[in-house]
């Protein structure tokens, strides 16, 4: 995949943003817990960054996930994983079924907002006891005359005290754990939803990230996206995005993180010389680099595949293990570079060294990813 003149236009559009509403901020925001997701998303929606691959007569601008990935690129040059990954919730993992599947009543109802940057969203999947095991969830709806009734938790849900509406995976029924979910769209103010506890993280601590209570909340039965029972099969469809964009966005954060550390050993001394004169620094930080370029080729393929309607679960795959393996290796090594002052929680490295642990476990962890691919090879 090779990026065009408008996916390059697209991105420069977006640096900008970035450079003037979003990175002169992230430190207070950071220090804070929170960032006003509500103020930036309305900027991006009115700037269009919300709705790259939605229909267009929702709002969205209709391109195919090339122009995604573009996005999802660009935002690797915001300063913390927080706010990257909250906007990525926002377009790449709690609308996309919705966008593909949702009933045109449904989608001028949660997706338009959701793309002008009106509405914040959310994605309910993970449980208490559920996490990886998405067909273990307990969470469920039962039908009462035509609403559904639902009751039960989800943890761990980013934008989760900001958030307008959930995309919420539950029970509809009682048979195979396979086919008995459906995806819901839920207000966030309807009576029985309770936001327990904005969760304390060891990074992304920009991104608010929630525990939330369902009692007897009661949402009509319209509110199913697509199908009802096939909750299971749009969420690993979502999947699918949400691994590509990940991967994606890690991309420039990973070149950042080399880059500081290139400016910091050049200054930083240590027996008569820099540190960045030493080989065994230049080779590691080369070696680092070229592992990063390697990933981008596997996304950039796997992103073409997906576009041209191919089934690509086993490279998607790939970029989010190797994308999470990689950000921590990077992250690593580059601390070690940097001494002392690495430690520091002030430094950017120390807060990409954070950061970037979620990748190994958010969306599916390093090992499910290893499972999907051992099955996609035959071996399961």
Not at 63 to 89: F, H, K, N, P, R
Not at 158 to 171: E, F, K, M, R, S
Not at 286 to 296: D, G, K, S
Request: proline share 3%; with cysteine.
């Amino acid at each position: 995949m090779i990026y065009k003149e408008e996916h390059l236009a697209l991105q420069a559009s977006l640096e900008k943003f970035i450079a003037s509403e979003i990175n002169p901020h992230i430190d207070q925001w950071e220090a804070e817990g929170i960032f006003p997701a509500h103020q930036v998303f309305r900027k991006m929606g009115e700037l269009g960054f919300l709705g790259v691959c939605k229909p267009e007569e929702f709002g969205g601008a209709n391109l195919d996930y090339s122009y995604g990935t573009a996005v999802a690129e660009a935002l690797g040059d915001i300063g913390c994983v927080g706010v990257a990954d909250a906007i990525g919730v926002q377009t790449d993992m709690a609308t996309p079924a919705l966008a593909r599947f949702g009933s045109d009543e449904l989608r001028r109802e949660f997706l338009t907002p959701s793309i002008t940057g009106e509405f914040v969203a959310c994605i309910g999947v993970t449980e208490p006891s559920a996490g990886s095991d998405v067909a273990q969830i307990k969470t469920d709806a039962r039908k009462v005359g035509g609403d559904y009734v639902i009751n039960g938790s989800k943890i761990f849900i980013t934008n989760g005290t900001q958030a307008d509406w959930i995309c919420l995976l539950a029970n509809t029924g009682d048979g195979p754990a396979h086919r008995n979910k459906s995806l819901i769209c839920v207000p966030m103010n309807t009576p029985g939803v309770t936001i327990a506890k904005k969760l304390d993280k060891l990074g992304m601590r920009s991104s608010d990230t929630a525990l939330i209570y369902f009692e007897n909340v009661r949402v009509p039965q319209r509110n199913c996206i697509g199908e009802e029972g096939q909750g299971f099969v749009y969420q690993m469809q979502q999947f699918q995005e949400e691994r590509l964009w990940v991967a994606a966005k890690s991309l420039r954060m990973m070149e950042r993180a080399i880059r500081q550390t290139i400016e910091f050993t050049r200054e930083r001394r240590a027996f008569g010389r820099s540190v960045l004169e030493n080989q065994v620094v230049q080779y590691r930080l080369a070696e680092l680099q070229t592992e990063i370029e390697a990933l981008r080729g596997l996304v950039y393929r796997a992103v073409e595949i997906y576009v041209g309607g191919e089934n690509v679960t086993r490279l998607a795959s790939m970029a989010k293990l190797k994308s999470g393996r990689l950000s921590r290796k990077v992250a690593d090594n580059c601390l070690q570079f940097f001494g002392g002052m690495g430690f520091m929680s002030e430094m950017p490295i120390s807060r990409f060294y954070r950061d970037c642990r979620i990748t190994s476990i958010g969306g599916g962890a390093d090992e499910i990813m290893l499972h999907i691919i051992c099955k996609e090879m035959g071996m399961r």
